[in-house]
């Protein structure tokens, strides 16, 4: 897949002396909706923010659609919209006034027909003529997701679009990210909500103190480092594990009655029926089963903890 | 789009929306000169002015007008020009403008012609307001106007770069009333510099001000300091001396990138 986004041997030492990445190189493919994750610190808004302009590199080269971003920086930022992390918006100017403006600030002539599109799929177009001041916090980030798509950009960056906002906007503003998707606008979000990069990204990158520690393909990084679970919760309890199940390496809980059997989803063979049958054959009876799928979440927090830990 | 090229709808859009904040407070803008204008008027014109008869030949009263017009010009155009620059950086907003595909000329030539554009108007209401009072008459109007205009870009520039520079409300204040109105009270906005003893003249030629007042009087009175082409190359020397340090701010990225 052709990259759209190439950057290499990226690194960033603040005034401050902090490095807050080191030598990251990564490539994000065109179309496609990446997920940048990472503990508070970790160097996402650095990287979003050198992307975008408004940090300089300490190193490295960056290419947005084939520009370098110091280089040819007009033709680079012509294709980049950012939503950043921090909310701050016009107070005095109308929502109309204000991405109108981001429109011809990114260089391009009016096209009001464009611009109420954009309002009204953010539903923010009964607020046209309001102040901003006067909108709550959901509707200025509206505002803020509206002035990055002014200029209908090609890569959107979109610095945790969902902190501090309601169920209802998540799911519109998911719903908003899958249609750019469709109109082939590449998408390039940060969250803390791990959920939203499951359901979301097709491809995840985790840094941490500054070093991109991994890039993978979602489903990829689901199947290899998952576990599954099967939890079996017993008619009758078990003062403990017979050793004729040894093979399974089970886990007694809840006071003798749940049994639970972890393991990888690569390896489904791994021997459900045979476990199911050896139980039957030593007559231990179960009234209900469920399985569960390790979440991203998980395998985030293992990732994490692993590396603080050693 | 070449890095060369001039991207005139950011530029209109940069210019429209500073416009636009200066009209929302229209009366302010205009109510609060023409108050103080006329205010001088009394002071000098009438109470101080009736027992100095002329300056150079010029009834005081008019005598004062360019260096009213003048000082107004000065802060106006250094408040309007450092506020433009230094309120996005204060709410943030400026992520735009640095992700924006603009060249740091493109911006200037946006905040500062805006920034210019309010304190020329604003210089021509005073002069209008001064009219009222005085017999105003102006000898070279198109030097008149174009010291205006340079004059008002000048110190719009200067604005611009106090305002990258301002890291809190105190410091943008700082340079205009504790640097600017003092200079220009000494140098000669009310008086002739002739008028003072010969040591302080001498001193008082250290004053950048002085150069700067001295060919807009000119324009007006045919009366200067110094002379209008030392006068003129002073005031271009400082425009390109701040659009330097503009560029290299923006090179830099001085407090604003990190
Ligand atoms: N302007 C700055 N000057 C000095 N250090 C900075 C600056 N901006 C960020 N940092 C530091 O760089 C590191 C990375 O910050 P960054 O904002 O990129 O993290 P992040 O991954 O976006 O975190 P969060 O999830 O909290 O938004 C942090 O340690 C931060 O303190
Ligand atoms: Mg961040």
Known sequence: ?310 | MSNLAFNRHSVWAIYKFEMARALRTLFQSIIAPVITTSLYFVVFGAAIGARMTQVDGVPYGAFIVPGLIMLSLFTQSISNASFGIYFPKFTGTIYELLSAPVSFLEIVVAYVGAAASKSIALGLIILATAALFVPVRIQHPLWMIAFLVLTAATFSLFGFIIGIWAKNFEQLQFIPMLIITPLTFLGGAFYSIDMLPPAWRTVTLFNPVVYLISGFRWSFHESADVSVELSLAMTLGFFAVCLAVVGWMFKTGYRLKS
């Open chain 1, 1 to 310: 897949m052709a990259a759209i986004i190439s950057i290499s041997n990226l690194t960033k030492t603040y005034a401050s002396g902090h490095p807050a990445l080191k030598r990251v190189d990564l490539e994000i493919h065109q179309g496609e909706i990446f997920a940048l994750l990472g503990p508070n610190g970790a160097g996402k808004t650095t990287l979003i923010n050198i992307v975008c302009g408004i940090v300089t590199p300490s190193a490295g080269t960056i290419l947005a659609a084939g520009h370098d971003i110091q280089r040819d920086y007009r033709a680079a930022r012509a294709k980049i919209g950012l939503v950043p992390q921090e909310l701050s918006t016009d107070a005095f100017e109308s929502v109309w006034a204000t991405v109108s403006f981001s429109r011809g600030l990114f260089g391009h002539a009016p096209k009001p027909a464009y611009i109420e599109q954009v309002l009204r799929d953010l539903s923010l177009w009964d607020k046209r003529q309001n102040r901003i001041m006067t909108l709550s916090g959901g509707m200025k980030r509206r505002v803020m997701i509206a002035k990055a798509l002014a200029h209908e950009p090609q890569i959107l960056f979109l610095d945790e679009p969902t902190a501090g906002v309601d169920v209802e906007l998540r799911r519109d503003m998911w719903a908003l990210v899958r249609r750019l998707r469709e109109n082939g606008v590449t998408i390039i979000l940060t969250t803390h909500y791990i959920d939203e990069a499951e359901e979301m990204a097709d491809r995840i990158g985790v840094i941490d103190k500054g070093e991109l520690i991994l890039v993978e393909e979602k489903s990829t990084l689901m199947k290899k480092l998952g576990k599954k679970q099967l939890t079996l919760n017993l008619s009758e309890p078990l003062a403990a594990i017979p050793s004729e199940l040894g093979d399974w390496h089970l886990v007694l809980n809840g006071g003798g009655t749940e049994l639970e059997y972890t393991f990888d989803a690569v390896d489904e063979r791994a021997g459900i029926p045979a476990l199911l049958q050896r139980m039957s054959d030593l007559g231990i009876r179960f009234k209900d089963l469920h399985t569960r799928q390790s979440s991203l979440e998980d395998i985030f927090v293992s990732l994490v903890s692993d590396r603080s830990g050693g």
